[in-house]
């Protein structure tokens, strides 16, 4: 970069120019600075994945500093009464100790779970307007499976912190994790053995996923992000059609000075709401869970949302045990456990190969496609969502049962037979949906807005004003092809009339009296 | 001759018969009213009946008499004899609002508006007890619990209660619409009536089970835990029912709100 004579007397520009002498700087951080990013509150979302991120990297690093990963039992003697002279493990000794004895430790650990469920929540969020929109398909298939393993590792990674406390709700969730293990037909009881050193609970099994935890996974989480949002920078953000819009550009803003700006705003916003979370909403209240041991189960054990479904797909699923006596028994758990989340892994991950083939498109895609004019894929994501939904649910139904007053029977039932019909009904109406959306799109094309104008003909028919939105032809038809973008369904989306009020939480102009009648010009005849 | 002695010798032998078996009968009976003095002592001594069970009868006969039967004897398919539950479990159900029940069900729910006052629920226990004895409160209870170890009584909750009534004291769901109860302003007396006679789908927690101070203890643990309100972490405790509030907390809170701030910083340019 050359620099311009007379401008360079600021320090900040001395400065700059001092550091692209020895680094070459000015080059990449050009580019990086004008980089173009659309502008849609959808494509948003994964940013709050990105910075619960950040603050789960710096609120568990605060809690690493006091928690102990030690099985060895000792005798409570801390703060909270009702534990004290209890026999515990030290990580529980010390995860109570880290909440109630070590100033904001209980803040800082309500904010890590809870952003814990914001990562796992947005990721989801995010997930599903990459898939409505088809932004995984070519060339951005790689950064699809990139963010279906982010969801995996951040499921584990989640999994292991629950555990982590040792409480009485992360042993009975080691428990299960127990069961499934050795559910897998051969290796299962061996490899449920090195995980936990031999017998349930051993006394190893913290201070293994401890590492994992704060050191392996993170790195991984880590890595895994970094290539994700490099690989944005590189194949360019999707963006929406519309006027000026092609396969071939981007529109929207630079990074620098509008792009940033928002950014950082909105970063600042995320950390607030998951910090008036932390303060405000009690979570993982560990000290009325007591130490783990074996014999107690409470009511009401659930994993965190992100894995409830599995554990409402092991709730729901019938009690079939395959045997081969004396030499193989493959328990019920096996199939919703183990073949459900190793298809929950697999299905994403292939679906765009998938697509590819049955759609027999191999072109590149920058621009996004609405969900309603790829009907079948919305209602295949539609079905999974309803499947979803129903797993959770599930996952919880006791709560459900006991809350809304229900029979925990009927709830299980309802779940059977609710997982097998309501996705394909979701699908079938989904379906529908987005065709009565397109048609409505192409009638609003071809005859015009609907301009709430209701006309009497002299021989006593009444037929409402359209406002077409082309040149019309000598029946009141105009050719306009669909863009793949929003019709416009109203009048004054098409500035027939003005919004009689302006702004977002609150009016920035007072509202004209009458609507602003006199400055607009009544619609006097149109074509039907 | 042979005949009239072979006839002879027969009713001797079912003289000596009649005399053996009512040798045996007068000594059984005599063992047994050796053995077990208090029974006529208990009939002359408690047949009269005081005012308030005469009262509590009233109250019965014209409240539970359909379902329980004449004299608690219990019905057949409608409610069970009451003979032997002891005023305990009267006057825990009764003052909860369970009995009477409106309707047969999984369970009886409790009510915020008992049928009775609690000097009524006494008559009838006083009745019940009249009709059969049975489990009562101690009059020390409150002495106990104020002597109560909440730490121990942590511990007995969780081993003992938490499988139904979670480790919140929340509650939670039992099979076929039968439910355990939230824990949530009880008192100290109702614990401990619950404890002892077990009612609705609870099981029965008597003394060879968990002793007196014991019971205080949970009853300790669970006025500190549920009713105290001694409970760090925020606000809002999301009732307590765990990970199942939480997610839901974290979309209809967390995310709703930071869908409503994408929209609105998207919507500035």
């Known amino acids: 970069m050359k620099r311009r004579k007379g401008t360079s007397d600021s320090l900040l520009t001395k400065a700059g120019g001092e550091l692209d002498d020895r680094f070459k700087l000015a080059g990449p951080a050009r580019v990086l600075l004008n980089k173009v990013f659309p502008d849609h509150w959808s494509f948003l979302l994964g940013e709050i994945a990105l910075f619960s991120f950040i603050l789960l990297l710096l609120s568990g690093t605060f809690l690493a500093l006091f928690f102990e990963p030690s099985m060895v039992e000792v005798t409570y003697n801390g703060a909270y ?448 | 001759m042979a005949a009239s002695a072979k006839r002879r010798r027969g009713w001797r032998k079912r003289l000596g018969a009649l005399a053996r078996f009512t040798g045996a009968l007068v000594i059984v009976g005599g063992l047994y009213s050796v053995f077990s003095p208090g029974l006529y002592a208990q009939d002359s001594a408690e047949n009269t009946i005081d005012a308030d069970a005469v009262k509590g009868q009233e109250l019965y006969d014209t409240s539970c008499i359909s379902c329980h039967g004449d004299s608690g004897e219990g019905i057949e398919g409608r409610g069970p004899s009451l003979i032997g539950v002891g005023s305990a479990a009267v006057e825990f159900q009764v003052n909860t609002g369970r009995m009477p029940m409106a309707a047969q069900g999984a369970q009886a729910p409790d009510s915020d508006y008992p049928v009775f006052t609690e000097e009524e629920a006494e008559w009838l226990g006083a009745y019940i007890e009249y009709l059969g004895g049975g489990a009562v409160v101690p009059d020390d209870l409150e002495i106990l619990v104020a002597d109560a170890n909440v730490g121990e009584g942590g511990e007995l909750y969780r081993v003992n209660c938490s499988s139904c009534h979670g480790f919140s004291g929340g509650g939670g769901a039992l099979s076929s619409g039968a439910h355990a109860p939230s824990l949530a302003g009880v008192s100290d007396e109702e614990l401990y009536q619950a404890m002892l006679t077990g009612p609705q789908n609870m099981p029965v927690f008597g003394d060879n089970e968990l002793t007196p101070e014991q019971k205080a203890d949970i009853i300790a643990y669970v006025q500190y835990i549920v009713n105290d309100d001694r409970d760090p972490g925020g606000v809002f405790t999301l009732g307590r029912f765990g990970p199942a509030t939480e997610g839901l907390a974290i979309f209809l809170v967390g995310m709703t709100a930071l869908l409503l701030t994408t929209l609105w910083i998207a919507g500035k340019s």
Not at chain 1, 89 to 106: C, I, N, T
Not at chain 1, 350 to 379: C, I, M
Not at chain 1, 404 to 413: D, E, K, R, V
Not at chain 1, 475 to 502: C, F, I, Q
């Open chain 1, 81 to 528: 009464v009702p534990l004290q002279g209890v026999e515990m493990s030290k990580a529980y000794a010390s995860a109570l100790d880290l909440s109630f004895e070590v100033r904001g430790g209980l803040f800082m650990r309500q904010m890590h779970h809870w952003a814990t469920l914001l990562f796992m929540a947005s990721i989801l969020v995010h997930m599903l307007r990459i898939f409505f929109t088809g932004a995984f398909r070519a060339p951005r298939e790689t950064n699809w499976m990139i963010g279906i393993l982010l969801f995996w590792v951040g499921f584990f990674e989640g999994f292991f912190g629950y555990s982590l406390p040792d409480d009485g709700l992360s042993g009975t969730g080691l428990r299960i994790m127990e069961g499934m293990t050795e559910s897998v037909p051969f290796i299962g009881p061996w490899a449920s053995a090195a995980l936990f050193g031999g017998q349930f609970p051993g006394t190893s099994v913290i201070s293994m996923i401890y590492i994992i935890h704060v050191f392996v996974f993170p790195l991984i989480l880590l890595a895994l992000i970094t290539v994700h949002v490099g690989l944005v920078f590189a194949q360019k953000h999707t963006q929406w059609p519309g006027p000026g819009r092609t396969e071939h550009n981007v529109v929207g803003f630079r990074m620098f000075p509008n792009y940033v700006m928002k950014q950082v705003g909105f970063m600042l916003f995320i950390w607030g709401v998951i910090g008036a979370m932390a303060g405000l909403f009690q979570i993982n209240p560990i000290w009325l869970f007591g130490p783990y041991e074996v014999s107690v189960v409470s009511s009401a054990s659930q994993p965190d949302f992100y894995v409830m479904y599995l554990d409402g797909l092991i709730r729901l699923f019938p009690a079939w045990e395959f045997r081969v006596p004396p030499y193989f028994t493959l328990p019920a758990v096996f199939w919703p456990a183990i073949a459900g989340m190793g298809l929950s892994v697999l299905l994403p991950l292939v679906y765009p190969a998938l697509e590819r083939r049955f759609t027999k498109d191999r072109g590149h895609h920058n621009l996004l496609q609405r969900p309603r004019d790829v009907p079948a894929r919305t209602s295949l994501g539609m079905m999974v969502v309803v499947f979803w939904i129903i797993g959770v649910i599930s996952g919880g139904n006791d709560v459900f049962a006991q809350k809304f007053h229900i029979s925990l029977n009927a709830m299980t039932w309802a779940g059977r037979i609710g997982i097998v019909v309501l996705p394909i009904i979701a699908y079938y109406v989904t379906y529908r949906i987005c065709l009565g959306l397109q048609q409505h799109d192409r009638e609003v094309l071809a005859h015009g807005l609907e301009t709430g104008i209701l006309m009497r003909d002299p021989n006593g028919r009444f037929y409402e004003v359209h406002q077409p939105l082309g040149e019309p032809d000598e029946h009141g038809h105009s050719e306009l092809e669909y863009g793949g973008w929003v019709v416009p369904k109203k009048m004054n989306r098409v500035g027939a009339l003005e919004p009689t009020d302006k702004g977002f939480f609150k009016s920035i102009e007072e509202p004209s009296e009458n609507g602003g009648a006199e400055r607009r010009d009544e619609i006097e005849s149109g074509h039907k």
